[in-house]
């Protein structure tokens, strides 16, 4: 997950517009793996920092594919509690080690590597917005980082960013708004567990150790468990 978020951040933004290795907070010892850098207000507080941290779950995912290809609906269920907790605790981790307001903005990021783990993160109800709202942690996957990067670059570009900081903000706060609507979409598929009926479902389940790398499978069916 590092690797990736790390070659995202390389190829939308410039290497003064974010670190690596950060100590968000001072006098800590915890360091995030990626900041993307907000100019201060002051000469004592020169940087404020936006954490970025990759997280990837996969023993508690891979569990809940595996549930799927079972075709238990209780355990199904019950593998996507698993994650929801693992998502939850991650979370707060996050909010702990590396948000500390005024020195960091009053959110974090936590980018999950594959589409088809974010994808699982989405269908489980109200849990985007409950991390959002109780641990001010916004999840991500590639695509949507992408968005939100390109649209902070966008306004870096338009912006003498070291002179006007009152719009830098501003800037941030409509970029983190109009993010946050990724969230509303139904990616890849559809799940009714009332009916137990599965869509065109798109998985990711390779893993090259060696490489680190994921690679997507589509594997699409459609199934009724009461049948």
Not at 139 to 161: D, E, K
Not at 215 to 225: F, G, V, Y
Request: glycine share 6%; with cysteine.
């Amino acid at each position: 997950g590092e690797v990736q978020l790390s070659n995202i951040l390389e190829q939308l933004l410039t290497q003064d517009q974010y670190d690596v290795n950060v100590a968000t907070i001072p006098n800590r010892r915890n360091h995030v793996e990626f900041a993307i850098k907000f100019p201060g207000n002051s000469e004592n507080l020169p940087y404020i920092w936006l954490p970025i941290d990759a997280k990837f779950p996969i023993d508690k995912y891979e569990r809940l594919i595996d549930a799927y290809e079972s075709f238990d609906k209780a355990e199904i269920l019950t593998k996507q509690k698993e994650l929801q907790a693992a998502i939850s605790t991650m979370a707060g981790e996050i909010k702990s080690k590396y948000i500390y307001p005024p020195y960091t903005t009053d959110f974090g990021i936590m980018f999950l590597p594959t589409e088809s783990l974010y994808a699982e993160v989405l269908r489980i109800p109200g849990l985007i917005m409950e991390i959002q709202n109780k641990y001010k942690v916004m999840i991500v996957g590639p695509n949507n980082l992408g968005a939100f990067l390109t649209s902070l670059q966008q306004g870096f570009r338009s912006l003498a960013i070291e002179r006007r900081t009152d719009e830098v903000w501003k800037l941030l706060n409509l970029v983190k708004t109009e993010f946050g609507k990724f969230g509303d979409r139904k990616i890849y598929r559809q799940e009714n567990l009332s009916t137990g009926k599965f869509t065109d479902r798109k998985i990711c389940r390779q893993k090259n150790l060696s490489t680190g790398k994921f690679t997507d499978r589509k594997i699409c069916r459609q199934e009724n468990l009461s049948t």
